[in-house]
């Protein structure tokens, strides 16, 4: 069964500090992969994803993953973190579920913590 | 329009009320789910409609009832729910093929007293 395992369930930055939020999947098929966004009492924001056009996606906010099969892997980065940056991020892998529908299957979530 | 709006915002209900969350997209998605979303959690699938059918239920108690009355329009219906069904109820939308990604609503955060 395809899923996502995002390691760490905090990471803390500095201002300007390049931001890494690691995920990797589990999938026998190529997966398609994304990256969502949760501020406080929101709803979750679609950042980028991967649907095997580009190895390298750009998103929005300056985010970026590169999709690496030999790792198995979908890394989120941002070159220098904002103080706005500081939220919930969530990736997830579309699931053919048992009604023939896909569905977002997610991580568990990497809170990103920035300090001044 | 490219969002999905979800009313109320916010909801506080007794164990013996009733009451419906309400989900509306007009993107022409036609796949439509129901999540449950605890703090600091990942949100939890409750249901999934394709084509306004119920095509999943992820063994939600009877207490939390789903209706779609056409192809914009999700409803979760409450009766009888228990102070830890408290939690974010969050609304999406998709075209419905594995590479369109999801469109989420903003959530209704519903409290049980």
């Known amino acids: 069964a395809q899923s996502v395992t995002q390691l760490g369930s905090h990471v803390s930055v500095s201002e300007g500090a390049l931001v890494l939020l690691r995920c990797n999947y589990s999938s026998s098929v190529p997966p398609y992969l994304f990256w969502y966004v949760q501020y406080p009492n929101q709803g979750l924001q679609l950042l980028l994803k991967?649907?095997?056009?580009?190895?390298l996606v750009k998103g929005i906010n300056g985010f970026e993953a590169e999709f690496k099969k030999s790792e198995t892997s979908f890394h989120l980065t941002k070159p220098s973190a904002h103080m706005s940056d500081a939220s919930e991020y969530f990736c997830?892998?579309?699931?053919?579920?048992?009604?023939?529908?896909?569905?977002?299957?997610f991580g568990r979530g990497t809170s990103l913590i920035v300090h001044p | 329009d490219t969002e999905v709006t979800q009313t109320p915002k916010h909801l506080v209900m007794g164990m013996t009320n009733k009451k419906s969350l309400k989900c509306e997209q007009h993107?022409?998605?036609?796949?439509m789910y129901w999540y449950k979303q605890k703090a600091k959690k990942p949100p939890e699938l409750m249901f999934v409609?394709?084509?306004?059918?119920?095509?999943i239920n992820e063994s939600v108690p009877s207490r939390f009832s789903p209706e779609c009355p056409n192809s914009s329009l999700l409803n979760l219906h409450l009766h009888a729910l228990q102070p830890e069904d408290s939690a974010l109820y969050l609304c999406a939308s998709s075209l419905g093929g594995a590479a369109h990604g999801y469109t989420f609503g903003s959530g209704t955060r519903l409290t049980v007293v």
């Open positions: 409609y394709s084509y306004e059918k119920l095509s």
């Open positions: 991967y649907t095997s056009a580009a190895t």
């Open positions: 993107m022409g998605h036609r796949a």
């Open positions: 997830a892998v579309s699931v053919l579920g048992s009604g023939g529908s896909y569905i977002p299957t």
